[in-house]
């Protein structure tokens, strides 16, 4: 499993702010990049998007695990409810990499290049792959379970 740096982590936390305020624009910037693949798009609640509740979980998500970055414990009852929604909804261990393609440059593009800079966006990124390698593996014990 990827740990993120403890560098990373505190570029993480820092970026807290940014996400609170920006977080529902970055994840609604997100979708519309995700969503022009059409199989990932049939995946997902599309009265939750349009209604914007989907955009707004995530970025709370987002928000929390920025938060948290250095103390994962907190997470455990999200994360858990993460895992039962993913398994529901069909989310395998291919899908994540198409999420960090659409997440990453959404920060960017939302709070700017001065902002979301290259080492902002590392950051970000090994962050993104720390918490992504932990829902793959509880998701793969939960579909073998299941």
Do not use: C
Request: aromatic share 6%; net charge negative.
């Amino acid at each position: 499993m990827r740990t993120a740096s403890e560098h990373a982590k505190s570029i993480v936390k820092a970026t807290a702010p940014a996400i609170e305020k920006h977080g529902v624009a970055i994840t609604t910037a997100m979708y519309a990049r995700l969503f022009q693949d059409p199989d990932v798009a049939a995946m997902f609640d599309r009265a939750a998007q349009e209604s914007g509740e989907q955009p707004r979980r995530l970025a709370g998500a987002i928000l929390a695990y920025a938060r948290n970055i250095d103390k994962l414990e907190n997470l455990g009852p999200a994360v858990n409810r993460m895992v039962a929604r993913h398994v529901e909804t069909g989310v395998k261990a291919e899908h994540y990499p198409l999420v960090a393609q659409a997440l990453l440059p959404a920060i960017r593009e939302v709070l700017g290049a001065d902002v979301a800079t290259d080492e902002v966006l590392a950051a970000w990124g090994e962050a993104y792959w720390m918490l992504a390698d932990i829902l793959i593996a509880a998701e793969a014990e939960a579909y073998a379970k299941a």
